[in-house]
C-alpha cells in the first residue's frame, strides 16, 4: 500500500504563484511514475503533469509553460511549481502515484486526497 500527502494549495491571484509538495509512502517501485491531476466544479479529473523516476515528464496542454512538476527520488517526494496563474487553474489538485511492474503492463495506481487550488482577485 502507498499513502500521498499533499500540500501547498490555496488561494492566490491570478498571475501568482503556488507550490504543491506530495510526501509519499509505503511500498513504492523501483518504476514508478509521480503526478498531478486536477478536478474542477462539474469537469472530468485531467492530467496535469507526470514525472517518472527516471525524470522523465509530461504535462497536459493547458498548463505547458506555466508549471513544472518535480521530484526528489531520496525524499519520495514530488512537487508542481505553478506559475502565472490563471482563473481556470482554479480546482482540487490530487497526486498520483503509479507503481510500474518491470517486464509487464501491470500497474498500481493511488491518489492522494487532494488539495484545493484557487486563482481569484
Known amino acids: 500500500q502507498v499513502q500521498l500527502v499533499e500540500s501547498g494549495g490555496g488561494l492566490v491571484q491570478p498571475g501568482g504563484s503556488l507550490r504543491l509538495s506530495c510526501v509519499a509512502s509505503g511500498n513504492i517501485f523501483n518504476v514508478n511514475a509521480m503526478g498531478w491531476y486536477r478536478q474542477a466544479p462539474g469537469k472530468q479529473r485531467e492530467l496535469v503533469a507526470v514525472?517518472?523516476?527516471?525524470?522523465?515528464?509530461n504535462y497536459g496542454d493547458s498548463v505547458k509553460g506555466r508549471f513544472t512538476i518535480s521530484r526528489d527520488n531520496a525524499k519520495n517526494t514530488a512537487y508542481l511549481q505553478m506559475d502565472s496563474l490563471k482563473p481556470e487553474d482554479t480546482a482540487v489538485y490530487y497526486c498520483?502515484?503509479?507503481?510500474?511492474?518491470?517486464?509487464?503492463?501491470?500497474?498500481?495506481?493511488?491518489w492522494g486526497q487532494g488539495t484545493q487550488v484557487t486563482v481569484s482577485s
Open positions: 498520483n502515484l503509479k507503481n510500474f511492474v518491470s517486464s509487464t503492463r501491470i500497474s498500481y495506481v493511488y
Open positions: 514525472i517518472t523516476n527516471g525524470g522523465s515528464t
